[in-house]
Antibody, heavy 125, light 109 residues
């Protein structure tokens, strides 16, 4: 069974930092794109960042570029999100998620087939 | 950047009704369009991928169609357990950036 378990969320002051972690199990972690998606209170879903299977490619939404860094450790089967210079508008539940494969068997970062339960990040003074 | 316009933002229907949600992309996205269901306090769940493919284990009353810029998601016969918010989501096969629609909250009348 695929499992994604996030940790590291919490309350942080504006300008502060947090590092989110996601422990993966039940699948070959090194064979999948991984993604962070967030959801502000009462709002919709927003893609934050994703990372290729081997970590060689990383992509970010414009609003977090230069502040957030996505990384992974395929030996530890873990995904990370280092968040610096946090702002009030970063307050959200952060989901760790797995990219699937297309019907043609090609890795598809954009087809998100498994999600973690989410971890709450609150940026407030 | 590609924008996704989803409508309606909410709807109320009776059990057994046919429910339709639309999603329009600001430019041609081929069939790179997925649909998710999110129940309150839970993570989203993939229902339809690549516009019309039903994810394994998803009931057949859910379906999707469309290509290019206009897409439709349908629940053929609304069930009480289908109460949720539904999101469309586009992706790019060359540059893996992702955009979600604004969501449609489905309620029972």
């Amino acid at each position: 069974e695929v499992q994604l378990v996030e940790s590291g969320g919490g309350l942080v002051q504006p300008g502060g930092s947090l590092r989110l972690s996601c422990a993966a199990s039940g699948f070959t972690f090194s064979s999948y794109w991984m993604t962070w998606v967030r959801q502000a209170p009462g709002k919709g879903l927003q893609w934050v960042a994703n990372i290729k299977e081997d970590g060689s490619e990383k992509y970010y939404v414009d609003s977090v570029k230069g502040r957030f860094t996505i990384s992974r450790d395929n030996v530890k089967k873990s995904l990370y999100l280092q968040m610096n210079s946090l702002r009030a508008e970063d307050t959200a539940v952060y989901y760790c998620a797995r990219g699937s494969y297309s019907a043609q068997g090609i890795p598809a970062a954009g087809i998100i087939d498994h999600w973690g339960q989410g971890t709450q990040v609150t940026v407030s003074s | 950047d590609i924008q996704m316009t989803q409508s309606p933002s909410s709807l109320s229907a009776s059990v057994g009704d046919r429910v339709t949600i639309t999603c329009q992309a600001s430019q041609d996205i081929s069939n790179y369009l997925n649909w998710y269901q999110q129940k309150p306090g839970k993570a989203p769940k993939l229902l339809i991928y690549d516009a019309s493919n039903l994810e394994t284990g998803v009931p057949s009353r859910f379906s999707g169609s469309g290509f290019g810029t206009d897409f439709t998601f349908t629940i053929s016969s609304l069930q009480p357990e289908d109460i949720a918010t539904y999101f469309c989501q586009q992706y790019d096969d060359l540059l893996p950036e992702i955009t979600f629609g604004g969501g449609t909250k489905v309620e029972i009348k």
